[in-house]
């Protein structure tokens, strides 16, 4: 009895543990849901959109898309364009495994475009061709920003520096 008693213990103890955050919001906006939920560890509120079809990819309460690479080649560089807005230079991956994309968002005119685009190489030397729906993105990052207290996103219209206008304006023809 005593054995068997040491293994229903030993196996509860070994067993794996969930920590799945329960929702706390959750709201579809078009192509994107706008969720709120508790961190596990420190019960602090966490807000994201996520794309719908897509999971990889999120919008973050720090103001950017990231999309997600593990598992696909990682990645080496890429660039991105917000509509027919100017294109980003080529940027290298900041995270150590480079596996996410992060893609900063200036200006609240960027969510007013009707797509993101993505494009780069993988690791692997694959390339990256990414179009993102940004439809419903603009609310659902209202709806987040109510929800964990984040900042408005600054507008052409407030005097914003010129280096950051190119993500909204659109691009020159040459």
């Known amino acids: 009895m005593r054995k068997k008693v040491g293994w229903i213990l030993c196996a509860a103890l070994t067993a794996p543990v969930s920590y799945a955050a329960e929702v706390a919001y959750s709201k579809k906006f078009e192509d994107w849901i706008a969720t709120e939920n508790a961190d596990p560890m420190t019960d602090a509120k966490r807000c994201a959109a996520i794309y719908t079809k897509d999971r990889n990819v999120i919008y973050t309460e720090k103001d950017a898309v990231k999309i997600d690479y593990k598992g696909r080649g ?9 509509g027919r807005a100017q294109s980003s230079p080529e940027e290298s991956v900041t995270d150590h495994e480079n596996n996410i994309i992060t893609v900063p968002v200036f200006l609240s005119e960027s969510l007013d475009m009707t797509h993101l685009r993505v494009q780069g190489t993988t690791v692997l030397r694959t390339a990256i061709n990414l179009e993102i729906s940004l439809k419903g993105l603009k609310a659902a990052r209202a709806a987040i920003a109510t929800r ?15 280096w950051v206008k190119w993500q909204a304006l659109p691009a020159q023809s040459q």
């Open 74 to 82: 990682g990645v080496s560089v890429f660039r991105y364009r917000f």
């Open 148 to 162: 964990c207290n984040m900042a408005d996103l600054p507008s052409i219209k407030d005097g914003v520096p010129e």
